[in-house]
């Protein structure tokens, strides 16, 4: 077996070799590897191995970041402290998690997960998929809100929805509260998970959770009526009603 690790530590990179030793004496690593950048090089320009471990935070990024320069076919198990739940998260799919320190037995139990399900030499690339979308992304689960000299930490999931008004952007909470953000709906919309936030149009940006009724507002536009009031109407644009529709049925 040929495997590659990616590891910036290097005392664990020398543990995991050791470790892969004991349990398969024949086993070849044809590279350590301590960047993203490094990896990327590598990867690029090198015939893929039959394993990769990665572990997922590196000096100079994450190694998610390695999959947006290069394409890697080989199965990945991945090294890392997250908590157990990002491990929950990632069980649906068919490769690892190692929690460092990384016990011999759980590394064993890898090794024959790997012979198990990839022993025919299946792709990779929908498994590292999942992966990113489940891991990589960070969403915003609270804002901190300067109100004159206090400040206040408000909820994520507290909020209505994100609205710009005479060009400032103002958040409303499920309370009917509204505060003033430094962020333009732009950001926002990158910060918010998207399952849970639509931008319905070029001033608002709303959560799912608020939406109380939605009624034809013409032919091709709809009309959106919120659990919080607002002093304006809530109006999903003529070319964001088939996108909102099929988020409102996910």
């Known amino acids: 077996m040929k495997v590659v690790i990616v590891e910036d530590e290097h005392l ?5 070799i050791k470790q892969l030793k004991a349990i398969e004496p024949e086993l070849s690593v044809l590279a350590v590897l301590e960047s993203v950048e490094e990896s990327v090089n590598w990867f690029s320009n090198n015939p893929a191995p039959d394993l990769v471990f990665m572990d997922i935070q590196l000096d100079d990024g994450l190694s998610f970041e390695i999959f947006d320069e290069c394409e890697i076919t080989a199965p990945v198990i991945f090294t890392t402290a ?3 739940y990002a491990i929950k998260a990632f069980k649906v799919n068919s490769v690892d998690y190692l929690l460092k320190p990384i016990a011999l037995e759980a590394l064993r139990q890898s090794l024959e997960k790997y012979s198990l399900v990839y022993g025919q030499q299946q792709l990779f690339e929908e498994k590292v998929a999942k992966v990113i979308e489940q891991l990589s992304k960070s969403y915003k689960s609270r804002f901190f809100i300067k109100i004159g000299n206090r400040f ?20 409303k909470t499920t309370e009917g509260k509204t505060y003033d953000l430094d962020y333009s709906l732009e950001q926002l919309q990158k910060m918010v998970n998207p399952d849970q936030f639509f931008r319905i149009n070029r001033n608002f940006l709303l959560n799912i959770n ?3 009724e939605i009624v034809a507002f013409s032919s091709t536009r709809l ?6 009031a607002l002093d304006t109407e809530v109006i999903v644009s003529r070319d964001k009603v088939s996108e909102f529709k099929r988020w409102m049925d996910k």
């Open 12 to 16: 664990a990179a020398e543990k995991l």
């Open 82 to 84: 997250f908590d157990e």
């Open 152 to 171: 206040q930490s408000i909820q994520t999931k507290n909020i209505c929805c994100f609205f710009v008004q005479e060009r400032n952007t103002f958040l």
């Open 210 to 212: 608020c939406i109380n």
């Open 223 to 228: 009309k959106l009526k919120l659990t919080t």
